[in-house]
T-cell receptor, first 116, second 110 residues
Framework: GAVVSQHPSWVICKSGTSVKIECRSL??????MFWYRQFPKQSLMLMAT?????????EQGVEKDKFLINHASLTLSTLTVTSAHPEDSSFYIC????????????FGEGSWLTVV | GEDVEQSLFLSVREGDSSVINCTYT??????LYWYKQEPGAGLQLLTY?????DMKQDQRLTVLLNKKDKHLSLRIADTQTGDSAIYFC??????????FGTGTSLTVIP
């Protein structure tokens, strides 16, 4: 089946720095990618939807200047957490669908971010 | 946003059946899903059901949908220790955006 890979799986960064998380579709062209965030014992919350070559659409309450999403190619989307703070520590997971995914959405493995 | 609710924990003995319940609010949801998340891993699609179906069976998994009550359940027959994980139900009105429940942590006792 189709594969979506995220990198890094785990990242620790200092407060005030920026960190980038990559989401790649390995064997299909991801025309649409989604970014979610999951806090402990809470559900996954959709942060934003990005279509290749377009600006991302952010969900209400998600700061677009803090969570920069770039979907410049059909196989890669990046989420950059700018000026990270400890409260940004969370599990971030992407999903993708597109040409070759059989109209199914596939999820990445997720990335654990800890801001110290 | 949509509200999808699940109980947080479920514990069963190996060999028994597990039933994980979920309620949702959007009656227009076309697709309803069950995902499994093992420690340190991403989400694995287990099964899904279209809103015009009442039941779907796939090997050890049985999904029941009560549209009137907006209630979805996942039954795992002959539960094994490898089934220990967090199970998320999700609704998707359009097939694109997903709204997830809080997840049910299933613990299988040997």
């Amino acid at each position: 089946g189709a594969v979506v890979s995220q990198h890094p799986s785990w990242v620790i960064c200092k407060s005030g720095t920026s960190v980038k998380i990559e989401c790649r579709s390995l064997d299909f062209q991801a025309t649409t990618m989604f970014w979610y965030r999951q806090f402990p014992k809470q559900s996954l919350m959709l942060m934003a939807t990005s279509n290749e070559g377009s600006k991302a659409t952010y969900e209400q309450g998600v700061e677009k200047d803090k969570f920069l999403i770039n979907h410049a190619s059909l196989t890669l989307s990046t989420l950059t957490v700018t000026s990270a703070h400890p409260e940004d520590s969370s599990f971030y997971i992407c999903s993708a669908r597109g040409v070759g995914s059989g109209n199914t959405i596939y999820f990445g493995e997720g990335s654990w971010l800890t801001v110290v | 946003g949509e509200d999808v609710e699940q109980s947080l924990f479920l514990s069963v003995r190996e060999g028994d059946s597990s039933v994980i319940n979920c309620t949702y609010t959007d009656s227009s949801s076309t697709y309803l899903y069950w995902y499994k998340q093992e420690p340190g891993a991403g989400l694995q699609l287990l099964t899904y059901i279209f809103s015009n179906m009442d039941m779907k069976q796939d090997q050890r998994l049985t999904v029941l949908l009560n549209k009137k009550d907006k209630h979805l359940s996942l039954r795992i027959a002959d539960t094994q220790t490898g089934d220990s994980a967090i199970y998320f139900c999700a609704e998707s009105p359009t097939g694109n955006q997903f709204y997830f429940g809080t997840g049910t942590s299933l613990t299988v006792i040997p």
